[in-house]
């Protein structure tokens, strides 16, 4: 597989917790559906923050919890079907396909995907790449455009903030 067509739309700094929330929030506001959104970095470094905020910026009034142990959740809001894939534990990339995430993702499907690069050529392309990560003791997002879809939504989000 061809690795798409990447750049860096623009870093932001996110001095904590409620930052990490706010930046979801502006994505919650103009993403559309379908859109795959790669979430990087360390653990701890905010990965789950932003797409618990996400998914709860969108209507969503439950627990949002990471799906670390069952690879993936799917919430219902704001007229999408979230996916929540974390991959951190998995073992082996072909595993994605007994979790049907080319069947479950459509036009309806926003994917959220939490340590990417271990499902390999198993997940369908980014339209961005948000990489959060701390230099300095401050944190950041750089957000990496990957389609025009994704080069669009950073635009949106940017003139947001």
Request: glycine fraction near 8%; hydrophobic fraction near 40%.
């Amino acid at each position: 597989m061809n690795a798409p067509r990447q750049e860096i739309a623009w870093t932001r700094t996110v001095a904590s917790e409620q930052a990490v929330g706010e930046l979801a929030k502006q994505f919650a506001a103009v993403l559309q559906p379908p859109a795959v959104m790669y979430l990087r970095g360390d653990l701890g470094a905010g990965k789950t923050t932003f797409a618990r905020a996400y998914i709860h910026a969108l209507g969503f009034q439950g627990y949002v919890k990471s799906p670390s142990y069952g690879l993936l959740e799917t919430y219902k809001a704001g007229g999408q079907n979230v996916l929540h894939l974390d991959l951190y534990r998995i073992e082996d990339p072909e595993e994605l396909e007994y979790l049907a995430i080319r069947d479950l993702f459509d036009e309806t499907a926003v994917l959220l995907v939490e340590w990417p690069d271990r499902g390999e050529h198993y997940l369908p392309a980014p339209d961005l790449v948000l990489e959060f990560g701390e230099k300095d003791e401050v944190r950041f997002v750089v957000c990496t455009v990957c389609s025009e879809n994704g080069r669009g939504l950073a635009r949106k989000v940017r003139q947001a903030s």
